[in-house]
């Protein structure tokens, strides 16, 4: 089993930044490959970004392309979202997720194990 916290969400005013933190404890995540997705209101969740398990290889939804990085520290056990240029459709509920199965980077939600609860990513206009 794997449990993930995240952490590092907040309010933010367009065009500032954020760094959310996932942190996995049970058992080392070093071989999974990782991810971010993001729930709004009214809307399903997507995949925002992922990482290979050695953070060699990642991908992005095409909205945050440019914007945001993904990486991972595995002495760590801990993959992280860095934020920037923020804007107010970035507004959501953001969940870290473990996928065991798989060391290539993967965008579909289901190809994911574990979840964490979600943090909440607020961007004011």
Do not use: H
């Amino acid at each position: 089993q794997v449990q993930l916290v995240e952490s590092g969400g907040g309010l933010v005013q367009a065009g500032g930044s954020l760094r959310l933190s996932c942190a996995a404890s049970g058992r080392a995540v070093s071989g999974d490959a990782m991810g971010w997705f993001r729930q709004a209101p009214g809307k399903e969740r997507e995949f925002v970004a992922g990482i290979s398990w050695s953070g060699g290889a990642t991908d992005y939804a095409d909205s945050v392309k440019g914007r945001f990085t993904i990486s991972r520290d595995n002495a760590k056990n801990t993959v992280y979202l860095e934020m920037n240029s923020l804007k107010p459709e970035d507004t959501a509920v953001y969940y870290c997720a473990a996928a065991p199965r798989y060391s290539r980077v993967k965008v579909a939600a289901l190809m994911y194990d574990y979840w964490g609860q979600g943090t909440q990513v607020t961007v004011s206009s």
